[in-house]
């Protein structure tokens, strides 16, 4: 049985069409492509219905968090997208997540964003949060299962924390060690993702900004399915 594909890439390029090309280009490597801020904010839901028109599966990283009638009416207007995943801040809590769960179709799944990649304790501190990064990772994965979020974002450093808690874990900030770590601050390899218990990870500028984006996202699946081997064999 082939293993599952568990690499996602975000399209963050500036134009359309280059999203789309990109798109194209890395389909036999990725389980789904990932429209998210930049990208919507410019060209908004013809991009993501010319993707799935495309038969490309999406992940619509929008991390809504408003109150939870605005999110609810946010998720009724991408319902029809037809989206894999879409992401909602844990922060926005237990009620506005459940909003989201509700007025998407069961074929979306809601993922809350814990604590973004870019924060470190040191950020986190000054924010005022009176625990540690990982305690609050935990905390806020917590409330989003329990009000009905279908998996969690988090980073590869604590994906051994959330133990039992479920859902699916979607994991940003990979970086081989080679490329520049721009302005993630919680980052990890694809490999330790995969075998600490990720399903998805989730990958930018190392596949778009290489020089061969096919060749970096096949040689990222070479490394996840090695992940993979050791994972099943525990
Ligand atoms: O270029 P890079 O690999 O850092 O891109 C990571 C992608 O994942 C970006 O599109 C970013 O918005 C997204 N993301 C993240 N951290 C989160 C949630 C999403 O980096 N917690």
Redesign the pocket.
């Known amino acids: 049985m082939r293993p599952p594909k568990r690499l996602i890439v ?1 399209l ?1 390029v500036p134009t359309r069409a280059a999203a789309v090309a990109l798109a194209n280009e890395l389909r036999d490597h990725v389980a789904m492509v ?1 429209v ?3 990208a919507f904010v410019a060209h908004g839901a013809d991009l993501v219905r010319e993707l799935r028109g495309a038969g490309l599966e999406v992940f619509l ?1 929008l ?1 809504l968090h408003d109150i939870p009638r605005t999110v609810a009416a946010a998720c009724r207007a991408v319902a029809a997208l037809d989206a894999r995943l879409v ?1 909602v801040h844990a922060q926005g809590g237990g009620p506005m997540i459940t909003a989201a769960r509700d007025a998407l179709p069961t074929t979306t799944k809601v993922i809350a ?6 924060l470190d304790d040191a950020i986190v501190s000054r924010l005022g949060v009176a625990m540690s990064l990982g305690a609050w990772v935990h905390v806020l994965a917590g409330e989003a299962l329990a009000a009905g979020a279908d998996g969690v ?3 590869a450093h604590e994906l051994m924390l959330l133990g039992d808690l479920g859902g699916l874990r ?1 994991v ?4 081989s060690g080679r490329e520049p770590v ?3 601050r919680r980052v990890a390899t694809a490999y330790d993702a995969v075998q600490r218990g990720a399903d998805y990870v ?8 290489a020089p061969r984006p096919a060749d970096a996202a096949a040689a990222l699946a070479v490394e996840i399915a090695s992940a993979e081997e050791v994972r099943h064999a525990r």
């Open positions: 975000a963050d990932k998210g801020l930049e990283d991390k992401t964003v814990t604590a973004l990649t870019s974002v988090t980073s979607i940003p900030g990979v970086r721009g302005d993630q989730v990958v930018g500028r190392p596949i778009i900004e």
